[in-house]
């Protein structure tokens, strides 16, 4: 038997049941992809500088102290320490592998700093 030709009142059912048109989704379709596009690209563009912004948010005496830090190796699991005289205070930076956490203190008028 052959198949039924669609009529008139199964084609206006369907598009009732379709919320967009043919026509109307390809072009939905652009027009988000923009939207996500520039929002990406507007937000890459406004942070892409940020690691590579040296200083600028606070005034700088221009003293620098690149001097080596001691280091001290701990098992593995533990946190590392380095640390280092900045002047008269002794600095402790804890640190563990690559991770982007970490700690800091200062031990002022350190007497392993004086010279």
Same mark, same amino acid.
């Given at each position: 038997?052959?198949?039924?030709?669609?009529?008139?009142?199964?084609?206006? @059912?369907?598009?009732? @049941?379709?919320?967009?048109?043919?026509?109307?989704?390809?072009?939905?379709?652009?027009?988000?992809?923009?939207?996500? +596009?520039?929002?990406?690209?507007? @937000?890459?563009?406004?942070?892409?500088?940020?690691?590579?912004?040296?200083? #600028?948010?606070?005034?700088?005496?221009? #003293?620098?102290?690149? +001097?080596? =830090?001691?280091?001290?190796? =701990?098992?593995?699991?533990?946190? !590392?320490?380095?640390?280092?005289?900045?002047?008269? !205070? =002794?600095?402790?930076?804890?640190?563990?592998?690559? !991770?982007?956490?970490?700690?800091?203190?200062?031990?002022?008028?350190?007497?392993?700093? @004086? #010279?």
């Amino acid at each position: 038997m052959p198949a039924a030709r669609p009529t008139a009142a199964t084609e206006h @059912t369907a598009s009732k @049941t379709d919320p967009l048109p043919h026509s109307r989704r390809p072009r939905r379709r652009i027009v988000l992809g923009a939207a996500v +596009a520039a929002t990406l690209a507007l @937000t890459l563009a406004g942070c892409g500088d940020k690691f590579t912004e040296p200083f #600028k948010d606070a005034p700088r005496s221009h #003293k620098e102290n690149g +001097a080596p =830090m001691d280091l001290i190796r =701990m098992a593995d699991g533990f946190s !590392n320490v380095g640390n280092k005289c900045d002047g008269p !205070n =002794m600095v402790y930076v804890l640190y563990h592998g690559d !991770n982007p956490y970490g700690s800091l203190s200062v031990v002022k008028d350190d007497p392993r700093c @004086t #010279k």
